[in-house]
């Protein structure tokens, strides 16, 4: 578990240190988020799937991606938690995401978007008994939103990963956020 999350913190800094050695436009660079994250039903025969899970995340926007650029990068930390028949189940994410703006900005400064994610997931089971199983795999994630000019932005995302000790871990999330 101690390597999982060393291994987690470290593609983390890996993605991050560039983005803290310039210093150009920084403005609006972290954003913040929170929703609900849905497995489906045929999870381990429905012992974890079909029950919402409460999500949040942050993200910090790399330098050089402007707030409305066509082009953003950004690396990003989500979390989901919930609970189904056989215990709780804990998802935690980090990886790097790009989205691309489609068509220009309406007067409003609103825009639609579109964009893919690719990171590490660490899974976090907790069964009846007081057992726990851990687990990280690489995960992918495909996004579709819609950032306001006032700084707040709507998400629906597909986040695909491998099974993980026969817990299917692939699900839909929907969030909203701010950028600070």
Same mark, same amino acid.
């Given at each position: 578990?101690?390597? =999982? ?6 593609? &983390? ?14 403005? #609006?660079?972290?954003?913040? *988020?929170?929703?609900? %994250?849905?497995?489906?039903?045929? +999870?381990?025969?429905? %012992? %974890? ?22 082009? =953003? +990068? ?26 691309? =703006? ?13 964009? &893919?994610?690719?990171?590490? #997931?660490? #899974? ?6 007081? /057992?726990?199983?851990?687990? +990280?795999?690489?995960?992918? *994630?495909?996004?579709?939103?819609? /950032? =306001? ?14 099974? #993980? ?12 956020? %701010?950028?600070?």
């Amino acid at each position: 578990m101690r390597f =999982r999350l060393l291994v987690v913190i470290l593609s &983390v800094a890996a993605c991050i240190a560039p983005a803290m050695r310039a210093a150009a436009d920084t403005q #609006n660079a972290v954003a913040v *988020k929170v929703g609900g %994250y849905f497995l489906g039903d045929d +999870t381990a025969g429905g %012992y %974890y799937g079909g029950s919402p899970s409460v999500s949040a995340g942050a993200e910090y926007r790399l330098a050089g991606s402007g707030f409305d650029a066509p082009f =953003r +990068t950004s690396v990003y930390v989500d979390y989901s938690h919930g609970r189904g028949q056989a215990g709780a189940l804990s998802l935690y994410s980090t990886g790097v995401a790009e989205r691309v =703006r489609i068509g220009r900005p309406s007067r409003g400064g609103a825009f639609p978007y579109l964009g &893919v994610g690719f990171g590490t #997931n660490v #899974n976090v089971f907790s069964l009846p008994g007081g /057992q726990g199983v851990s687990q +990280t795999a690489f995960a992918q *994630k495909a996004i579709l939103g819609l /950032q =306001r000019g006032d700084g707040i932005f709507y998400e629906a995302y597909f986040r695909a990963a491998p099974q #993980n000790a026969g817990v299917i871990t692939s699900g839909v999330g929907v969030s909203v956020g %701010y950028h600070l």
